[in-house]
T-cell receptor, first 114, second 111 residues
């Protein structure tokens, strides 16, 4: 079965650079969630989209922005990168925002900021 | 999310059943109980979810108490590949479905 695709899988950037992470949801899934997992920490919710509109926002820095496109893929744009942004970034997709829909996660993008 | 409480770690012998408990005493009537697991640095993996009734799928069984204040995830025949952090999560109803990951249970399956 098709899974959530994230690209790139690994990314190395320097401080103050920008990065773009991409997420391709499971076919027919219209909802995308982004999570950040720092070293030794649990995943933390950043932002979500339903039908191309932002549906919820967590502790996402103002330096980060995201959107969902007409084909339902999503991109997380990160500017003025800081060392503390080094983390695993996971994308998850689901059939909707209702809590009876489970989320399926991608393999993640490991971002390293030097 | 309704606050959940899980033991920080558990051990299980390979081939035996692993029973992972979770307390969610403040759960509301329309909130689901979800279980996910994360094998080291991989994306969290959905396991199972339920509202009131016990549920079973190819991966696990979920037993929810009648008062819904606690639940148990059962892996019937644990293998070494089941070694992971297991998260019990109760997403808030009508809050967009986001998952709030708290301290999970680190399950170690040993030969």
């Amino acid at each position: 079965a098709a899974g959530v695709i994230q690209s790139p899988r690994h990314l190395i950037k320097e401080k103050r650079e920008t990065a773009t992470l991409k997420c391709y949801p499971i076919p027919r899934h219209d909802t995308v969630y982004w999570y950040q997992q720092g070293p030794g920490q649990d995943p933390q919710f950043l932002i979500s989209f339903y039908e191309k509109m932002q549906s919820d926002k967590g502790s996402i820095p103002d330096r980060f922005s995201a959107q969902q496109f007409s084909d339902y893929h999503s991109e997380l744009n990160m500017s003025s990168l800081e060392l503390g942004d080094s983390a695993l970034y996971f994308c998850a997709s689901s059939l909707g925002t209702a809590t009876f829909y489970e989320q399926y996660f991608g393999p993640g993008t490991r971002l390293t900021v030097t | 999310d309704a606050k959940t409480t899980q033991p920080p770690s558990m051990d299980c012998a390979e081939g035996r059943a692993a029973n992972l408990p979770c307390n969610h005493s403040t759960i509301s009537g329309n909130e689901y109980v979800y279980w996910y697991r994360q094998i080291h640095s991989q994306g969290p993996q959905y396991i199972i979810h339920g509202l009131k009734n016990n549920e079973t799928n190819e991966m696990a069984s979920l037993i929810i108490t009648e008062d819904r204040k606690s639940s148990t995830l059962i892996l019937p025949h644990a293998t070494l590949r089941d070694t992971a952090v297991y998260y019990c999560i109760v997403p808030l109803y009508n809050q967009g479905g986001k998952l709030i990951f708290g301290q999970g249970t680190e399950l170690s399956v040993k030969p």
